[in-house]
């Protein structure tokens, strides 16, 4: 007897709630089951367009989809701004929460949706969705290896887009009103977890902000870049930025051995994703090339990467509902770490680009 | 009528010069006249292992070699704490300068150097070889492209390569009497070069250290990595180190294009090398695919790099001898800048990690 799907509702028509609905179609045991806006014109058109069930509710306010005994869980892609209080209510109505990223204006504010989750018995993941690749699993065994990677020296990460001038006017990232962390909060957070991916979550000691951030006439980063360091000698740099071609790269570098890849958030294609991998690499006899060379591999992708992370999320929900189990720790703390350094990046710029440390 | 080749002598048989050496035999401009070791015994045998014609001479000290009329330009590998001695006293010499880098201890002494070879009429060419390979120009190409790349916005730049421990005994980079410089001077000397090149050699307004520089028993930099800001906004940073695995990548981002190569120093073979453009790279309707894919270009290759850059410095040396021409002054003016960001560097990690100014 196959388990019951996990019922999702989601909360506002963001661009990213396409991807996610398709998703939540897509992972075996999940279903969507409501849809709210403030609009119910727009909630209605939102689930015609993204092959809602028919049996699916769509509401016009965000109060009435979390009152409904049918639904699970919720995704909630609203402006970061608005986590913290609808966070807590979908946990105070006992709802499970992917919540979209950056999770909260800063760690305080996350602090107490972890608390609401935590006193209402429910499990909390972020949408990040690139770790939960089959691909990231792959470059993790990599990274884990001793023998052909070694100990983890450092890592670069980037991610900027250039943004259309209509995005500088429009978008919710840009406006202080809806969201403070900018360009940190939003492509930032992709690099800054990709490091703590690759350094297996330790936090760095230090986060220092690299000179020379951009920011808009209210004061929201545009562009920015940090540098980590560990008590054990490792560092790490990333950038971010609205300002610049599509790019996404991870390179770390161990003591034996070098991971690299150049799509990492959204590969470049669905069905499959590579990244490139170089072990104890040295130069031929006269130096005029290298041996071995990278090496490329493959991973086919059954399941898109957002359906993957929905597939998580749901069976860590199937867990406390049909077992009784309790939430799931895991994520939430990767989450909290995440903006633990978001916040020290953000600090440090405040402090004209002095160090700050990690307290977490 | 074939223009006679510009006459080589090699001061000093350190491993590069055998890549240099074979570089001179196949350059179409250059020949192999002379060789000077401290030892006889030493050049004899350097001599007859890399192929140098039986004409060619061996000296058992370098002020003979210099005292050659037979020779028309020296290749000086020596050790850098030799640099400004050697080198002054070879353009005093009139003898053409090919300088292994790091050019020198700083700029102070490189000025020297520079000082003797204005005042002697000889040319000077840092030993960066990468720079004279057929894909840098291609690469330089689209960079200056302004409806594929726009403009640069930042830079991230690696060398690391992993020593192994009889390096940390016996390696010239190691000793602090024989090079102050370490890592820097050696693996960032490249990183520094990569960024001045994208920047079209513009110098940026500040260099400042990153945290966490490992450094020897002796103070020698083992791994450091720096960021750089420009007064347009640009920023870079790189890394560079003897203790982790060989990397070494360059991506450079403008508004509108991205440039990528994970082998810039040494190409992968020898024959053909390849680098990665993006442009106006934007997600797909869905956002679970790029649109476009980056592109790789290959390039043939059709004389190794070294031998390119013996062959641009022949040419010049060749215009003079020949043609009476002043020596070119692209060459120092780009090894004077990167020099000038190494020492900003070794400044920044002296101060504590304070930006330093910099000041041509």
Known sequence: MADTPIRFGIIGCAEIARRVSRAILLAPNATLSAIASRSLDKAANFAKANGFPPEAKVYGSYESLLDDPDVDAVYLPLPTSLHLKWAVLTAQKKKHLLLEKPVALNVAEFDQILKACDENGVQIMDGTMWVHHPRTQKMKEFLDDKERFGQLKTVHS????????EFFQNNI?????????????????????????????????????????????????????????????????????????????????????????????????????????SSKARYNE????????????????????????????????????????????????????????????NASVEKGFEPVEIVS
């Open 158 to 165: 980037c991610f900027t887009y250039f943004a259309p001038p």
């Open 286 to 345: 006269l130096g005029t090339g290298w041996v071995p060379i990278p090496s490329e591999h493959n991973v086919n992708v059954d399941l898109p990467q957002e359906a993957c992370m929905v597939r998580e999320f749901a069976g860590l929900v199937g867990n406390i509902k049909k077992n009784g189990a309790q939430p799931d720790n895991k994520w939430p703390t990767i989450s909290r770490k995440t903006q633990l350094v978001v916040d020290a990046v």
């Open 173 to 277: 990232r840009v406006k202080p009103d809806l969201d403070t962390l900018g360009a940190l909060g939003d492509a930032g957070w992709y690099g800054i977890r990709s490091i703590l991916w690759a350094a297996d979550y330790e936090l760095p000691k230090t986060v220092t902000a690299l000179r020379g951030p951009v920011v808009n006439e209210e004061g929201l980063i545009l562009d920015c870049g940090a540098s980590l360091h560990w008590e054990d000698g490792k560092t790490a740099t990333f950038n971010c930025s609205f300002l610049s071609n599509l790019t996404m790269n991870i390179t770390a570098i161990g003591t034996f051995g070098t991971l690299h890849l150049t799509d990492f958030i959204i590969p470049y294609q669905e069905h499959e994703a590579s990244y490139t991998t």
